[in-house]
């Protein structure tokens, strides 16, 4: 048979498209054609194919005529995921294996010279793509075909629950799988078929008692993760906001099955995944020299930014004003939906970006301003234009507004050590699930009518919040930010209702940023 099909998929965003691989050998002058919208890494494969199968010594039709298509047509297709795939078509084209046996399976993977079977990005997303196509499939009987993928990303392709993945460590493993006939492989070749691990790896994050003092920021802290509240840490040079944003992942409730596969997706499109980051919260650190195609993700195919990589975790911005102002604009629109999309002329995708923002910055230049340790050298001016750099719009969307307080020596050393993580998230715990109880989702999420029926506010209570906000010149999104904070806190202490003394709290920890603050 001169003509052969083998399937395998494109990443897309978090989608997984199908393509599919044809490979026709005809006679004629001698030649290898690739078409199908295929980028520079796909064209490569011509080589890195032709030597894998003479190198492994099988036969490579070198008096043919080769032509492959990768369909769609207009489905742009990256990486050398398809080496795999094409392979298998020209020795399933030149009947050296048996094309039949390949319409149940999927491909993917990237050949070396040696045949030897390299690691993809993506795989996980792949084996999602397939899950979520056969569920809402409905009626079909058909079952959903078995993945190939080559060793090093076969077992985060078998996180998916009910997938059935395949690992191979060379060309020639999958080669005896299909081989016509009746002819059974060998036992003891490198095919095998992947078990999902049944017990996670514990989830380890480092500890809060490490933070001596600062009992107003743990306590913002707190309520930013029983809340899904984001929070901006101002403070001087060394007093603690670094460390405390590092460890507010390990505050946080655990992940469930479904927000680690997420998780975990994203980072395998990145190709940041590893087994021991399974089911652990991911705090994402970009350095303030950082575009805003870093942050929001970018480039041709799109790829995922730092707002998707921290998807169900932490996205820390330290030094705040000195990211770019473009960078830190174009957070504006992930914070309030939980989503980015890329638009480019040909293609548009959409990523996840569920993430909290914990912000740290200088109350000015020199970074001493309300300081007791050291004296600030900087001009009233000079601090009114560096906190400038932060545009109203984007500190409106940050709901909580933190001072750091520097601390002295003798409250360092030899001073007992914090309250410990687990205290803490047990309270965070409690919390989220009497929100969830009560209106299924988290504070931070609610909009509308739903703020007013669930921080309903005596007389007093909304009188001295009328006050707070005519003095501090809030809008309405800083109104209706203030009272999801005091609805956190209300859960914090058990409260049914809101009350005065909750609603003090949030307001004590929503000022604006001033120069004499």
Same mark, same amino acid.
């Given at each position: 048979? *001169? ?17 599919? #691989? ?8 001698? $030649? ?12 490569? @494969?011509?080589?890195?194919?032709? *030597? ?36 298998? !078509? ?9 094309? +039949? +046996? ?19 990005? =993506? ?8 899950? +979520? ?18 060793? !090093? ?7 998916? %629950?009910?997938?059935?993945? &395949? ?6 493993? #999958?080669?005896?799988?299909?081989? %016509? ?27 809060? @008692? ?9 306590? @913002? ?13 101002? =403070?001087? /040079?060394? *007093? ?22 997420? $998780? ?14 399974? *089911?652990?919260? /991911? ?14 993700? !970018?480039?041709?195919? /799109? ?20 990211? /770019? ?26 990523? %996840? ?14 970074? &001493? ?16 234009? &560096? ?42 715990? +409690? ?87």
């Amino acid at each position: 048979m *001169s003509l052969s099909l083998v399937q395998s998929r494109c990443l897309l965003g978090l989608d997984a498209a199908v393509v599919t #691989v044809e490979v026709h050998l005809a006679n004629g002058l001698p $030649s290898f054609t690739l078409v199908g919208l295929a980028d520079t890494e796909v064209k490569e @494969a011509r080589e890195r194919v032709r *030597s894998a199968i003479q190198n492994t010594g099988l036969e490579f039709p070198t008096n043919k005529r080769i032509t492959v298509n990768l369909a769609p047509a207009d489905l742009p297709k990256d990486s050398g995921r398809f080496d795999l795939p094409i392979a298998l !078509g020209i020795l399933a084209a030149s009947g050296q294996i048996d094309a +039949k +046996k390949l319409q149940d399976y999927e491909f993917a993977g990237e050949l070396s010279l040696g045949g030897d079977l390299r690691p993809v990005r =993506g795989a996980l997303a792949m084996s999602l793509a397939i899950s +979520k196509h056969f569920e809402h499939a409905g009626d079909t009987p058909a079952k959903p075909p078995r993945l190939v993928l080559p060793e !090093g990303s076969a077992q985060e392709a078998a996180l998916v %629950p009910g997938a059935e993945i &395949y690992k191979a460590h060379h060309l020639l493993d #999958v080669v005896k799988q299909f081989l %016509p006939g009746d002819q059974l492989p060998e036992l003891e070749s490198g095919w095998a078929k992947v078990q999902a691990e049944q017990t996670p790896p514990q989830a380890h994050y480092a500890d809060m @008692a490490d933070v001596k003092g600062q009992a107003a920021v743990r306590r @913002a802290l707190e309520i930013a993760a029983a809340g899904n509240h984001s929070l901006l840490m101002m =403070g001087a /040079p060394g *007093s603690g906001k670094s460390m405390l944003a590092q460890r507010f992942a390990g505050v946080l409730p655990a992940m469930t099955k479904q927000e680690a596969l997420e $998780s975990a997706a994203i980072a395998s499109l990145g190709g940041r995944f590893s087994m021991a980051s399974w *089911s652990v919260r /991911p705090t994402c650190a970009p350095h303030h020299t950082a575009s805003a195609v870093a942050l929001v993700g !970018g480039g041709s195919p /799109p790829r995922p930014g730092e707002i998707s990589l921290a998807h169900r975790g932490v996205l820390f911005l330290d030094e705040l004003p000195e990211f /770019p102002r473009a960078a830190l604009e174009a957070l504006r629109e992930p914070l309030e939906s939980g989503t980015i999309t890329i638009a480019r002329a040909a293609r548009r995708a959409q990523f %996840p970006a569920s993430f909290q923002l914990i912000a740290a910055m200088n109350p000015c230049p020199c970074g &001493y301003l309300g300081s007791r340790l050291r004296a600030c050298r900087c001009s009233a001016e000079q601090v009114l234009r &560096y906190q400038g750099k932060l545009s109203g719009p984007l500190l409106d969307r940050i709901d909580l507004h933190v001072e750091v307080a520097s601390l002295a020596a003798d409250e360092l050393i030899n001073t007992a050590p914090g309250e410990a993580t687990e205290p803490i998230r047990d309270r965070v715990v +409690k919390a989220r699930q009497q929100a969830l109880l009560r209106q299924g989702c988290t504070n931070q999420a609610l909009e509308g009518q739903a703020i007013d029926v669930q921080c309903k506010l005596d007389a007093a209570t909304t009188k001295f919040l009328n006050a707070a906000a005519e003095r501090l010149g809030w809008s309405g999104r800083g109104i209706h930010r203030c009272l999801k904070v005091a609805r956190t806190i209300a859960d914090l202490a058990g409260a049914a209702n809101v009350q005065l003394t909750h609603v003090a709290e949030a307001v004590q920890c929503r000022r604006a940023l001033r120069a004499n603050s």
